[in-house]
């Protein structure tokens, strides 16, 4: 009877395989404090996949549509056409969150290196959430928008400390 | 729970199978034009269903009212315009004549002899032709709502039964039916459904609107100049707005007709004629551009062939759904092949 109410007027239980969904949904930046219901949203959104080891789960230059976060495994980003190692991915670590906000090529390829369960979020999930839930979906905006700002911030620091270790070498090498 | 991960090859067999048996049944269980008719409707109600979850309510709560909604129109429709479509068709069966209607006739009769006569209309006997083909359509439409009426009341309940699921669990349908691609065609497959999503839901959502709109105006004019049957020749007109350049002129011929009938009078069809006219200007000019927002450019060949597969393979119904479903398998194949082109599938 509950379930019946819950399902007719509004509230909804938790799905079984949701559960575990959640304790890796609430480690990531971007459903950082999000309640249970809002939670249960989001994972009735999620896309769950499986790869198997050295199985691509995205692929350098084609059409980013969404983020991806790993439930259980390991994975490598590799940069194309050498597929040189750039970093290594385990539970809970996410990638392609720039692609919720714009359809923008992916800029490296991601395989798993063992036996991998990934979440995937994708952008027209996201929209059609802020469609017939404002208020969550705005939340999820304005998070991914915090994190691509800290890591725009963080780029433009290293930048600034690249360029400025290029003059002083510029400097030292120029004949005085 | 983990389900054991399939390779591609395995993967792909049951998505074929499911597909081939899904086609299968659709065609040869005869159910096509009833799933076909409720996924359009889901589909161009889906919006609502949104609206109102945004505003709190549930899935299931939204859906339950949309269809109760429609159903109430439909039972309402059903009570005001079911005993006044027998009487017409009773009177079209007689085969009986108003004495407006006989002397229109025969002022026709008289335009063919004079005017047409190059064309071998000379000893044209429209009263007697027009007699007979009244009658053999009030039988046919009789003999069709009797025979049919079982069937009609099936699809009064099929329908709405079918479209309530389709609105409630269709997110969940799909997301099911993409967890069956294969993990290189994933991305792939989603790129392609939302895209198809965008293009399809504005192309048949304002291609509705603007026929609601088109079939209310045209009531609002016939009611005006005085015709009869105006709520059934609206609707008609509304309904054939949905076909590109062949609607505007299936509208327009009964209502003409029916305007001739009634007053005895050939240029009683001019009032009409300039009526739609304009309505037809305003929906082009002023309609159209609003309600739809984008539009599947479709050949007018195209436009053709698919209105004479629609007819030949479900009647009337098919000629009306021929080109949404058309418009459909164009926007798939146009947006298949673009979207295809961006992945590097080897």
Redesign the interface.
């Given at each position: 009877m509950t379930d019946f109410r819950a399902?007719?007027?509004?509230?909804?239980r938790a799905s079984?395989?949701g559960t575990d969904a959640y304790a890796v949904l609430e480690k990531i930046p971007i459903f950082q404090d999000l309640s249970r219901r809002e939670l249960a949203s989001i994972e009735r959104?999620l896309?769950?996949?499986?790869?198997?080891p050295d199985?691509?789960?995205?692929?350098q230059?084609?059409?980013g549509?969404g983020m991806y976060i790993i439930e259980s495994g390991k994975a490598a980003v590799l940069s194309e056409p050498d597929k040189v190692r750039l970093s290594d991915l385990a539970d809970g670590d996410f990638f392609g969150e720039v692609s919720l906000l714009a359809e923008t090529p992916r800029s490296a390829t991601v395989a798993a290196t063992t036996?991998c369960?990934v979440l995937?979020f994708?952008?027209?999930d996201l929209f059609?959430l802020i469609?017939?839930?404002?208020r969550l979906g705005v939340k999820i905006v304005v998070r991914v928008a915090k994190i691509i700002g800290d890591r725009l911030r963080k780029a433009n620091q290293q930048l600034l400390t690249v360029s400025d270790e290029l003059r002083r070498a510029r400097q030292q090498t120029e004949p005085s | 729970?983990?389900?054991p991960?399939l390779r591609p090859r395995a993967e792909v067999a049951p998505l074929l199978i499911a597909m081939v048996l899904a086609v299968f049944l659709l065609f040869v269980g005869g159910a096509a034009h009833i799933v076909i008719l409720s996924l359009l409707l889901s589909y161009i109600l889906d919006p609502v269903a949104?609206m109102l979850?945004?505003r709190?309510?549930?899935r299931?709560?939204a859906t339950?009212i949309i269809v109760l909604g429609l159903g109430s129109l439909l039972v309402l429709g059903s009570v005001v315009l079911v005993p006044a479509v027998f009487e017409h068709l009773k009177t079209l069966q007689s085969g009986s004549t108003t004495a407006q209607a006989a002397s229109a006739i025969a002022d026709m009769e008289l335009f063919a002899r004079d005017k047409l006569a190059f064309l071998g209309l000379g000893d044209i006997n429209l009263g007697e032709r027009i007699g007979e083909m009244r009658q053999a359509i009030g039988e046919r439409a009789i003999a069709f709502l009797l025979s049919d009426a079982v069937s009609l009341l099936i699809n009064a309940v099929t329908i709405p039964f079918m479209m309530f699921f389709f609105i409630k669990d269709g997110?969940e349908m799909k997301?099911r039916m993409?967890?069956m691609v294969p993990?290189?065609y994933?991305?792939f497959t989603?790129?392609l459904?939302?895209k198809m999503?965008m293009q399809l839901g504005n192309y048949l959502r304002g291609q509705f609107l603007d026929a609601v709109i088109f079939g209310a105006m045209s009531i609002v004019a016939l009611w005006i100049l005085g015709v009869n049957y105006f709520v059934f020749l609206g609707v008609f007109a509304g309904l054939a707005n949905l076909i590109p350049y062949v609607g505007a002129i299936a509208g327009v011929v009964p209502a003409a007709l029916v305007a001739v009938l009634g007053s005895g009078n050939l240029s009683s069809a001019i009032p009409v004629l300039i009526a739609y006219a304009i309505l037809k200007m305003l929906d082009d000019f002023v309609v159209q551009p609003f309600a739809v927002a984008s539009s599947v450019h479709m050949h007018p060949v195209l436009v053709l062939i698919a209105i004479i597969v629609g007819g030949e393979l479900f009647g009337i119904l098919g000629m009306l759904l021929a080109v949404p479903v058309a418009g459909f398998l164009k926007v798939v194949l146009q947006e298949g092949v673009s979207t295809y082109r961006?992945?590097?599938f080897s």
């Open positions: 399902r007719v007027f509004g509230y909804k079984h395989t959104i896309h769950r996949r499986e790869y198997v199985e691509v789960i995205i692929r230059d084609e059409p549509l036996h369960r995937g994708f952008q027209s059609s469609e017939r839930d404002p | 729970m983990s389900s991960v949104t979850e945004s709190g309510m549930s299931t709560l339950i997110r997301k993409v967890s993990n290189r994933f991305e989603l790129d459904l939302s999503d961006k992945y590097r």
